[in-house]
């Protein structure tokens, strides 16, 4: 085979931050070969590979490269590649014999050491899932004009159709915090593959027998609490430190009569005297409140640091009560 020493139009490196792609960086740099980085980066929470990679190879492991429409996936094969077509001063090809079994050893040894190799390697959930699939699902229901980035508000109605859920019930928010919204009617990229791979599914079918344990957090005290303290961020807008009162009242509304009695006197309480925004105490406060204190309010102590708002509606309730 005629080597090139110069490919015809730079070669592109597909890269992924603290990955095993910036070997082959070294090498390019190594055989002088033109050379064009494109930058990919792990999810910040995962660590996996960004979707866009399964449009360049299947795999959607890095390194990768391109020369022209000549797509190379794995260490070894690409370092073979790359020598054997560029290394005209022959800097890395092995010669003799023994060089060859050695070039091999080191060839084949480092296509499968990284800095995990002496620990035991645990098969995690997400291992078997088709992550290409959690992405094409994400852009069937993705904003174009945000590069596809955000699934907004008619997005959304659309995914929970195609599941079967209204997006306006309660159990809507519990998919939302699923796939870790950080506001209401958005869902981004991120957030929905850590979602999916922590939920173990890769289809709008496996996604829906996920619904039944999403039904049962809505009326679990010991699961609720966690997505309750994520509804604040949810639904504050975001620029604000706290909830409005409207919504604050609507989301408890909705979502407390399972757990608290008194929800209806402590409506009353916030429409008719405290009238003010939510702030993220008492917001938290009073899920413990719900929890630590009877109806009756006989176990209430004022002395306790509970949130003013909290030592206001007691006053209020004991005398309705
Ligand atoms: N045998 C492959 C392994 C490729 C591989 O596991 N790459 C890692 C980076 S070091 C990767 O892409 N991880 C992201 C992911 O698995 O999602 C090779 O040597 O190229």
Redesign the pocket.
């Known amino acids: 085979m005629k080597m090139d020493s110069v490919p015809k139009t730079p070669l592109i490196i597909h890269h ?1 931050n ?4 910036q070997r082959i960086i070294w090498l390019l740099e190594e055989l002088n070969i033109n050379y064009e980085v494109k930058k990919y980066y ?1 999810n910040p929470v ?4 960004p979707p866009e ?1 399964y449009s360049i190879h299947p ?5 990768i490269i391109t020369d022209g429409d000549l797509v190379i ?4 094969a ?1 370092v073979e590649y790359l020598i054997e077509n560029f290394d005209a001063e022959s800097k890395f090809k092995p010669r003799e014999k023994h060089e060859r079994v050695l070039y091999n050893y080191y060839l084949h040894m ?3 050491f ?1 800095k995990n190799s002496k620990k035991k390697i645990v098969k995690k959930k997400s291992d078997d899932l088709n ?1 290409t699939n959690i992405s094409n699902i994400f852009l069937n229901y993705a904003e174009k004009s945000q590069d596809n980035k955000i699934i907004s508000f008619e997005g959304l109605e659309k995914f929970c159709s195609d599941l079967g859920v209204n997006s306006s019930e309660p159990i809507a928010m519990v998919i939302s915090h699923k796939l870790h919204s950080k506001n209401m009617g958005t869902l981004h990229l991120d957030g929905w593959i850590q979602g999916w791979e922590e939920l173990g599914v890769d289809s709008i079918e496996k996604f829906k027998e996920k619904l039944t344990e999403f039904q049962e957090i809505l009326i679990n005290k010991d699961q609720f609490k966690e997505f309750y303290f994520f509804l604040f961020d949810f639904a504050k807008e975001e620029d604000s430190r706290n909830l409005n009162l409207e919504i604050a009242i609507a989301l408890w509304e909705m979502l407390l009569p399972p757990f608290f009695k008194n929800l209806n006197l402590w409506i009353q309480y916030l429409k008719e005297e405290y009238q003010r925004p939510i702030s993220r105490d008492p917001w938290m406060s009073l899920w413990d409140f719900i929890q630590q204190i009877d109806s009756d309010f006989s176990n209430f102590d004022e002395n306790q640091s509970w949130p003013t708002v909290i030592d206001g509606f007691v006053e209020f309730a004991r005398e309705r009560i």
């Open positions: 992924l603290e990955s095993r792609s792990r995962s660590k996996l590979s990679i795999l959607g492991k890095f390194p996936a794995e260490t070894g690409i480092f296509s499968d990284n992550k």
